[in-house]
């Protein structure tokens, strides 16, 4: 039933953009927070950001700060992540993952569930 696909991932430069994309069914999208996760090769997964259900709250990690955004249109039962500024750093899987509970905002991975398959971000010159 529930079901999340992520698209917009490539390759790309150094100080280059992308703009993500996961689009949602089976659930009633705009009740959940959403959140990004990636993971490295070699690497355990990463949280990125997060997103209330309206989208008036939204959470980062220190090493997008100011170079990525995350959105939310849901009335398109879509969720965004602009990427812009990109290093190879920024190289890896890119999931999204919704919340557990309603209305609720959570800071543990653990509280999320049915993550997508991904889309690849690979970035370098």
């Known amino acids: 039933q529930v079901q999340l696909v992520e698209s917009g991932g490539g390759p790309v430069q150094p100080g280059g953009s992308l703009r993500l994309s996961c689009v949602a069914s089976?659930?009633?999208?705009?009740?959940?927070?959403m959140t990004w996760v990636r993971q490295a090769p070699g690497q355990g997964p990463e949280w990125v950001s997060r997103i209330s259900p309206g989208g008036a709250g939204t959470s980062y990690i220190d090493s997008v700060k100011g170079r990525f955004t995350i959105s939310r249109d849901n009335a398109k039962n879509t969720l965004f992540l602009e990427m812009n500024s990109l290093k190879p750093d920024d190289t890896a899987v890119y999931y999204c993952a919704k919340a557990k509970g309603l209305y609720t905002y959570p800071a543990n991975l653990r509280d999320y569930e049915y993550w997508g398959q991904g889309t690849q971000v690979t970035v370098s010159s």
């Open positions: 089976g659930f009633t999208f705009s009740t959940y927070t």
